[in-house]
């Protein structure tokens, strides 16, 4: 039986990545590279410093790539993009049985920002950003924080997430791990679980 879930944001929560897309296409504008959403978005699959690493690589960037994604990035309006669908549904019925859920991301403080708008704030016992400064997935720190904070059976912990680097720090954790599969991402680590919709969640936690 699973008591608690840690949640990825982007990708997983929300679907940012359209919008993330656009703001990574709008940096990569102002250093004169005009590239394809398509292939900004497979690169973003694996992670947003991925993508600024290679793009810089590739298009000999000198100046500040990251700065410049999320200054477009944090200036998207919260009200522009939505959670997946089930997503809030999900979290308050597992809420309501007596589960916990818990963000683990990467994203900053803008967190808040997309959780407040859809009135999806209280859903979650903790939210782990960027400001809380822990290494970055795969690196299990975060995910071993949540655990250790809040007493946490690792038998009864689920991580959900849509990159490899869920899976890799899930493991690493010594927990599980489900794939929401939303960007149908190549893999070499197997989760635990694969789910196409949030909905499926309810066969694996036995809402």
């Not at 071993?144 to 946490?152: A, D, G, P, Q």
């Not at 190549?186 to 066969?203: A, G, M």
């Amino acid at each position: 039986m699973i008591t608690d879930i840690i949640w990825d944001f982007d990708g997983t929560l929300f679907d940012t990545y359209p919008s993330m897309t656009k703001a990574f296409k709008m940096a990569l504008r102002d250093f004169g590279v005009n590239e394809s959403e398509e292939n900004i978005l497979s690169y973003m699959k694996i992670a947003s410093t991925y993508a600024v690493k290679q793009f810089k690589e590739i298009y000999k960037i000198e100046g500040d790539l990251e700065g410049r994604f999320h200054y477009y990035d944090n200036n998207i309006n919260p009200e522009d993009v939505l959670p997946f669908p089930y997503a809030k549904e999900f979290c308050e019925e597992f809420s309501k049985n007596g589960g916990r859920n818990f963000i683990v991301t990467h994203r900053d403080k803008s967190t808040y920002d997309y959780l407040k708008v859809h009135q999806m704030e209280t859903l979650f016992t903790d939210i782990i950003t960027k400001q809380n400064g822990f290494k970055r997935k795969p690196d299990p720190e975060g995910f071993l924080y949540v655990l250790n904070k809040y007493n946490i059976d690792k038998e009864k912990v689920l991580v959900v997430g849509d990159r490899e680097l869920e899976i890799i720090g899930a493991k690493n954790a010594g927990i599980k791990v489900c794939l929401y599969n939303t960007n149908n991402i190549s893999y070499e680590e197997k989760p635990d679980y694969t789910i196409n919709s949030i909905n499926e969640l309810k066969n694996i936690v036995l809402l």
